[in-house]
């Protein structure tokens, strides 16, 4: 069974930082795209970014919002993916997807994560 | 960025009902759209991609069509269990969602 566990939301103050993880099991993780897909409370989907496998450079992709303050990586050999996010801010607060991605589709999310960015 | 507009933003419907959901891209992305259903308090899930193609286990009841700028999703026979929200999504080049389209009982 394909399954994403992300792990390390909680409650933060603006301008600190905050690493999620995602630990995936049950599919050949270093396949994969693996990206991070935000939910504000009450708001719709937010696509924060991914990260291409190996095969493709493992290079990443950010929206504009979170650009030059998220940064998502990877470490194959554990199955983990991880969203650094630096400089919160109070609007970053959001439920927090690890997905998978496959020909630009999520074929599975994890149950989320909640971030609070707040004073 | 392809910026994806859906209509309408939410719908009554009763048990039975045919219900339609349109997509609109700012720019043409050939077949490159999903249709994802979430329920409160739980994670999307995949029903259609490539505009047309149904997910495995997805009832046949859903189904998709268009290309270029326009999409529908069509539920033939709205069932209990498929009040929920409704998001297309786009990945022609970097992704992005729709705003979603609330279905509730009406």
């Known amino acids: 069974e394909v399954q994403l566990v992300e792990s390390g939301g909680s409650l933060v103050q603006p301008g600190r930082s905050l690493k999620l993880s995602c630990t995936a099991s049950?599919?050949?993780?270093?396949?994969?795209?693996i990206s991070w897909v935000r939910q504000a409370p009450g708001k719709g989907l937010e696509w924060v970014g991914f990260?291409?496998?190996?095969?493709?450079?493992?290079?990443?992709e950010y929206a504009a919002s979170v650009r030059g303050r998220f940064t998502i990586s990877r470490d194959d050999s554990k199955s983990i993916a991880y969203l650094q996010m630096n400089s919160l801010k109070t609007e970053d607060t959001a439920v927090y997807y690890c997905?998978?991605?496959?020909?630009?589709?999520?074929?599975?999310w994890g149950q989320g994560t909640l971030v609070t960015v707040s004073s | 960025a392809i910026q994806l507009t859906q209509s309408p933003s939410s719908l009554s419907s009763s048990v039975g009902d045919r219900v339609t959901i349109t997509c609109r891209a700012s720019?043409?992305?050939?077949?490159?759209l999903a249709w994802y259903q979430q329920k409160p308090g739980k994670a999307p899930k995949l029903l259609i991609y490539?505009?047309?193609s149904l997910e495995s286990g997805v009832p046949s009841r859903f189904s998709g069509s268009g290309s270029g700028t326009d999409f529908t999703l069509t539920i033939s026979s709205l069932q209990p269990e498929d009040f929920a929200t409704y998001y297309c999504?786009?990945?022609?080049?970097?992704?992005?969602f729709g705003p979603g389209t609330k279905v509730d009982i009406k």
């Open positions: 999504q786009q990945f022609n080049s970097y992704p992005s």
């Open positions: 720019q043409g992305i050939s077949s490159a």
């Open positions: 490539d505009a047309s």
């Open positions: 997905t998978r991605l496959y020909s630009g589709y999520v074929s599975a």
């Open positions: 990260i291409r496998s190996k095969a493709y450079g493992g290079t990443t």
């Open positions: 049950g599919f050949t993780f270093g396949d994969y795209v």
